[in-house]
């Protein structure tokens, strides 16, 4: 799990990316997230996005995508705090461990 991406996601503020597992792993990190999609398989339902509590996204929409993507980073650090408190109960979802778990599980199996 000490990848360097998860080394450079935990000494962010800001999650800035494809909305691919990435995502997760920020939220694990409680990050306010700003995502888009940059391929079809992570194309994403924005009501999924919503049900876990995350704030930014932009699937499929390209139009004026730069203003809309800095508009809505320029939000996220104007209002820190006031994401980070929005998104709390949502943080409890993820834990970054999910497949230390299935691996732990699957052993158990195996034995």
């Known amino acids: 799990m000490e990848d360097s991406l998860y080394l450079t996601l935990k ?3 800001i ?16 990050k306010p997230c700003v995502t888009f ?3 079809s398989n992570q194309a ?5 996005f919503k049900e ?3 704030l930014f996204h932009y699937n ?7 203003f809309k993507l800095l508009k809505s980073l320029n939000y996220v ?3 820190y705090e006031l994401c ?6 949502f943080y409890n979802y993820y834990d970054c461990q999910g497949v230390d778990r299935i691996s732990r599980l699957i052993s158990d199996i195996r034995n």
């Open 11 to 13: 000494k962010a503020d």
């Open 15 to 30: 999650f800035f990316g494809a909305a691919g597992s990435s995502l997760y792993e920020a939220m694990s990190l409680k």
């Open 37 to 39: 999609t940059i391929a």
């Open 44 to 48: 994403q339902n924005i009501d999924h």
């Open 52 to 54: 876990i509590g995350h």
């Open 60 to 66: 499929n929409s390209y139009e004026n995508i730069s």
């Open 77 to 79: 650090i104007e209002n």
């Open 84 to 89: 980070q408190k929005n998104l709390a109960p």
